[in-house]
């Protein structure tokens, strides 16, 4: 089992990334590297990251623009995705510049409304969700639902890469330190641990409406401003009810129910269904 890295330098928000071979991008493996950081268990071996105050040459390793990578070999991509994850401004506060792909100038930790998904593929009832929210600072999160088998991706950093160039444009930051993570991942294990003041979600009624089957609910409600619901295929007496059960645990929530719209048949399952057919 090998020891693979993600070893970063930044300077004036551009990221460097060490890797192995120029024209495969494998992240560097069993290099004598010290004061490096564990990330998560993977099957191809143990992960780590650190980022350098200096950047030096590495024997047999070179030095890339992590921007310029469209692809890393093996399941690399995921690794990366992990590693700017752990230097996004999320957990703690950041000492580094990051890219304004992938955080907007904008972004704040007063408040922040996740929205959450694996988006796979993104379509047009995921942005409606982001044109009908009315919060200013959204936090888009590409994730590993742990209710559902394991995503099949070429490269996780690709994919999340064409996320955020899909949003280049737009307030919303991307958070890639979930996405491709080979355990499950529910939202109360990590929200309450994020740095934000406030702190909203925006979730279909699909999801509202089965809120009570989220692990530990009720732990995850008290530490919750706002939920934003948009409509999907459930009816307003369901989304009504829903209501009704969460205020009677946390009367102080607020719910915004955003309404139905054009794109409330799209499901990012079938499509995928289609593809194959």
Request: negative net charge; hydrophobic residues 35%; aromatic residues 12%.
């Amino acid at each position: 089992m090998h020891n693979i890295f993600s070893v970063f330098y930044i300077e004036n928000s551009k990221i460097e990334v060490l890797v192995s071979d120029e024209t495969s991008t494998l992240l560097a493996r069993d290099i004598d590297l010290e004061g490096c950081t564990p990330l998560s268990k993977r099957r191809d071996g143990n992960t780590f990251f650190t980022v350098l105050d200096v950047k030096r040459e590495i024997p047999s390793h070179h030095w890339v623009d992590l921007l310029s990578v469209d692809h890393f070999s093996s399941n690399d991509g995921a690794i990366i995705c992990e590693s700017i994850g752990a230097i996004f401004p999320f957990f703690h506060k950041s000492q580094y510049s990051l890219p304004e792909l992938f955080l907007k100038k904008s972004f704040n930790t007063n408040q922040v409304t996740f929205f959450g998904g694996s988006f796979n593929p993104w379509h047009e009832g995921h942005s409606e969700c982001l044109r009908r929210c009315p919060s200013e600072n959204i936090l888009i999160i590409p994730d590993r639902n742990p209710w559902k088998s394991e995503l099949e991706k070429e490269c996780y950093f690709k994919s999340f890469k064409e996320l955020c160039l899909k949003f280049s444009d737009s307030p919303y930051s991307v958070f890639p330190g979930f996405y491709g993570l080979e355990e499950g991942n529910p939202t109360v294990d990590w929200l309450p641990r994020t740095i934000f003041k406030n702190k909203s979600l925006l979730i279909g009624d699909d999801n509202f409406t089965s809120f009570s089957k989220w692990k530990d609910y009720k732990k995850l409600l008290n530490h919750l401003d706002t939920i934003f619901v948009l409509s999907r295929n459930h009816s307003m007496k369901e989304i009504e009810q829903t209501a009704q059960d969460l205020l009677a645990i946390n009367d102080s929530i607020s719910l915004s129910v955003l309404g139905e719209h054009d794109f409330m048949d799209l499901s990012s399952t079938k499509i995928r269904a289609q593809k194959k057919s």
